[in-house]
Nanobody, 125 residues
Framework: QLQACGGGLVQAGGSLRLSCAAS????????MGWFRQAPGKEREFVAA????????YYADSVKGRFTISRDNAKNTVWLQMNSLKPEDTAVYYC????????????????????WGQGTQLTVSS
């Protein structure tokens, strides 16, 4: 129900935009997030956006370089990645989180119920 795409090979300092398209249901009331997993490491939080798009959250490692956005009418979330570094190399996953008693836990991996299949980003030095 979540399809992530846009990954690829890019040189350090370059930019790339990931997309995550939802299908089968509307995620307009869901928080949306991006996570990444590098080889041998746990999946980690990258960025999240509130259901309205009014609030965004970022891991310290990507703050100022990555921008998350969404368009509920298109059921799509994007992750614009600038000034890429080799340490950004990972498989990137988009995910959707429903509200729990009206609350969201944006950086908590276990709070996300729906996951895309992942898209590979490789940043060469």
């Amino acid at each position: 129900q979540l399809q992530a795409c846009g990954g690829g090979l890019v040189q350090a300092g370059g930019s790339l935009r990931l997309s995550c398209a939802a299908s089968g249901r509307t995620f307009s009331s869901y928080a949306m997030g991006w996570f990444r997993q590098a080889p041998g490491k746990e999946r980690e939080f990258v960025a999240a956006i509130a259901w309205s798009g009014g609030s965004t959250y970022y891991a310290d490692s990507v703050k100022g370089r990555f921008t998350i956005s969404r368009d509920n009418a298109k059921n799509t979330v994007w992750l614009q990645m600038n000034s890429l570094k080799p340490e950004d190399t990972a498989v990137y996953y988009c995910a959707a989180q429903p509200p729990v008693s009206g609350r969201y836990y944006y950086t908590l991996r276990s709070a996300y119920d729906y996951w895309g299949q992942g898209t590979q980003l490789t940043v060469s030095s």
